[in-house]
């Protein structure tokens, strides 16, 4: 019943940037974390950035000093801001959501792909 919609994937050089953004259909307030995870071809997915519901943020070492994960509470919307892109970041890349008592339901965008080219 909870969707969460994606946007902002695409080409980019190595060096770009791009901002990806995760429309939430209930209010972000509603879930105990909102995170963005990423995977790239024939590899698991990893977390990439979370934020608690207690405003905690924590990032993958990988991408520290590169991506900042955002809220806007009026626009249920998370965003992901991606600088300085390698080719190494290129994945598909997720928004989840859990919510719920000890975080027992988790919602999932459809992904958007990124690609850095070299």
């Known amino acids: 019943q909870v969707q969460l919609v994606e946007s902002g994937g695409g080409l980019v050089q190595a060096g770009g940037s791009l901002r990806l953004s995760c429309a939430a259909s209930a209010s972000i307030f509603t879930f105990n974390d909102m995170a963005w995870y990423r995977q790239a071809p024939g590899k698991q997915r990893e977390l990439v950035a979370a934020?608690?519901?207690?405003?905690?943020?924590n990032y993958a070492n990988s991408v520290k000093g590169r991506f900042t994960i955002s809220r806007d509470n009026a626009k249920n919307t998370v965003y992901l801001q991606m600088n300085s892109l390698k080719p190494e970041d290129t994945a598909v890349y997720y928004c989840?959501?859990?919510?719920?008592?000890?975080?027992?339901?988790?919602?999932w965008g459809q992904g958007t792909q990124v690609t850095v080219s070299s």
């Open positions: 989840n959501a859990k919510g719920g008592r000890g975080s027992l339901y988790s919602y």
């Open positions: 934020i608690t519901s207690g405003g905690y943020i």
